[in-house]
């Protein structure tokens, strides 16, 4: 059973530029969070779609964005990229019941903004 | 809100038994996970626990107090292997739906 597959897993930036990055779930999953990783703040809670429907949102700015696709593969997308969005991005998959259990992350995507 | 507060650095001996701590303050709380992450590499996940008490699993264990919001993973007979950050993450429900949220993680050095 292949795992949470993140593409690509770096990625440099420059500032006022828009990235796109992406997410693959472990097959039948249909939850998927995203989540900000900064050796200052630990794992920031983005947001977490189901079912093509974004059903939980962090408290993060406008500029972060995401969307969920029929086949529960994720994207997010951030604009007008600034200096502190540099992190490891990670997303987390599940089986997205009413009640989530374990989540089963993938590598990251580390975002690097010059 | 949540606030969770971890330890953010613990030194332990190989072969010894380290206890990590977290505490919670938090409405809605629906259970307590524990996940492993090396550095590069992504977290995964070492235990859930709902109900108060302590669950064993093999060289790690994992206690929680709902009243005091409180929780603690044990790591017995340690291997240099552990070296590894150790996330606590509590489960809110809310709106139909469970929402999880993080500490900041202890970073934990096993030493020879």
């Known amino acids: 059973k292949a795992g949470v597959t993140q593409t690509p897993r770096y990625l440099i930036k420059t500032r006022g530029q828009q990235v796109t990055l992406s997410c693959s779930p472990i097959s039948g999953h249909r939850s998927v969070s995203w989540y900000q990783q900064t050796p200052g703040q630990g794992l920031q809670f983005l947001f977490e779609y189901f079912s093509e429907t974004q059903r939980n949102k962090g408290n993060f700015p406008g500029r972060f964005s995401g969307r969920q696709f029929s086949n529960s593969r994720s994207e997010m997308n951030v604009s007008t990229l600034e200096l502190g969005d540099s992190a490891l991005y990670l997303c987390?998959?599940?089986?997205?019941?009413?009640?989530?259990?374990?989540?089963?992350f993938g590598q990251g995507t580390r975002l690097t903004v010059v | 809100g949540q606030n969770i507060d971890q330890p953010t650095e613990m030194t332990a001996t190989e072969g010894a038994i380290v206890q990590i701590n977290c505490t919670y303050q938090?409405?809605?709380?629906?259970?307590l996970f524990w996940y492993q992450q090396h550095a590069g590499e992504a977290p995964t996940f070492l235990s859930y626990n709902v109900l108060d008490g302590l669950e064993e699993k093999g060289r790690f264990s994992s206690f929680l107090s709902r009243s005091k919001g409180y929780s603690y993973l044990l790591l017995k007979e340690l291997q240099m292997k552990d070296s590894a950050s150790y996330l606590c993450a509590v489960a809110i429900y809310s709106g139909g739906y469970q929402k999880v949220t993080f500490g900041t993680g202890t970073k934990l050095q096993v030493i020879p």
């Open positions: 938090t409405s809605g709380f629906n259970g």
């Open positions: 987390a998959s599940s089986p997205g019941g009413r009640m989530n259990t374990e989540a089963f």
